[in-house]
T-cell receptor
Framework: GQQVMQIPQYQHVQEGEDFTTYCNSS?????IQWYKQRPGGHPVFLIQ?????EVKKQKRLTFQFGEAKKNSSLHITATQTTDVGTYFCAGYSGGSNYKLTFGKGTLLTVNP | KAGVTQTPRYLIKTRGQQVTLSCSPISGHRSVSWYQQTPGQGLQFLFE???????NKGNFPGRFSGRQFSNSRSEMNVSTLELGDSALYLC?????????????FGEGSRLTVL
């Protein structure tokens, strides 16, 4: 079945440093979504990417969808302590399989 | 607009018991998905319901079941609980599901099996 791998599993940075998490799918995706889960909280939707090569920005966050629609990345510029949490990617491969497959997430910690 | 509501928030059960968890989606959302979250495995898809029909099911044993009512509220049931069922169970609603569009998650039901 479809697998979504996410690296790194953990990332610790100093406040102000940049951060990137990568997501790779074993199959071509129709779309990919990104979620953030704060410690003790629930996942919150950040963005959905649909088009090959798509790049979207949300303030300090930049999301990319690969040309082959099998990989994606989330880059945070100048991290802040409010960025702490686990970032998940979730891919949908289309067809009648109506489920999102989540990566295991990247836990980001930020040292002030 | 009220968010996704899950009850109970916390519960403790013993092995062999069964448990029923409830999820009330955002008003107007017809798709409800359930996920199991554990530290080692991340978010594992359990099943998705749309208009009272199960559209997809993840790779979980038959002890895990669910249903959706005409008002879109959903329940999941786990029978013959095992220690490994201890997890955070998350419900997510969306307008149409089908793997596209934003999922709105509830706070989750944290199940501990002793």
């Amino acid at each position: 079945g479809q697998q979504v791998m996410q690296i790194p599993q953990y990332q610790h940075v100093q406040e102000g440093e940049d951060f990137t998490t990568y997501c790779n799918s074993s199959t071509t995706l129709s779309n990919i979504q990104w979620y953030k889960q704060r410690p003790g909280g629930h996942p919150v939707f950040l963005i959905q990417l649909v088009k090959s090569g798509e790049v979207k920005k949300q303030k300090r966050l930049t999301f990319q969808f690969g040309e082959a629609k099998k990989n994606s990345s989330l880059h945070i510029t100048a991290t802040q302590t409010t960025d702490v949490g686990t970032y998940f990617c979730a891919g949908y491969s289309g067809g009648s399989n109506y489920k999102l497959t989540f990566g295991k997430g990247t836990l980001l910690t930020v040292n002030p | 607009k009220a968010g996704v509501t899950q009850t109970p928030r916390y519960l403790i059960k013993t092995r062999g018991q069964q448990v029923t968890l409830s999820c009330s989606p955002i008003s107007g959302h017809r798709s409800v998905s359930w996920y199991q979250q554990t530290p080692g495995q991340g978010l594992q898809f359990l099943f998705e319901y749309f208009s009272e029909t199960q559209r997809n099911k993840g790779n979980f044993p038959g002890r895990f079941s669910g249903r959706q009512f005409s008002n879109s509220r959903s329940e999941m049931n786990v029978s013959t609980l095992e220690l490994g069922d201890s997890a955070l169970y998350l419900c997510a609603s969306s307008l149409v599901g089908r793997g596209t569009g934003e999922l709105f998650f509830g706070e989750g039901s944290r199940l501990t099996v002793l």
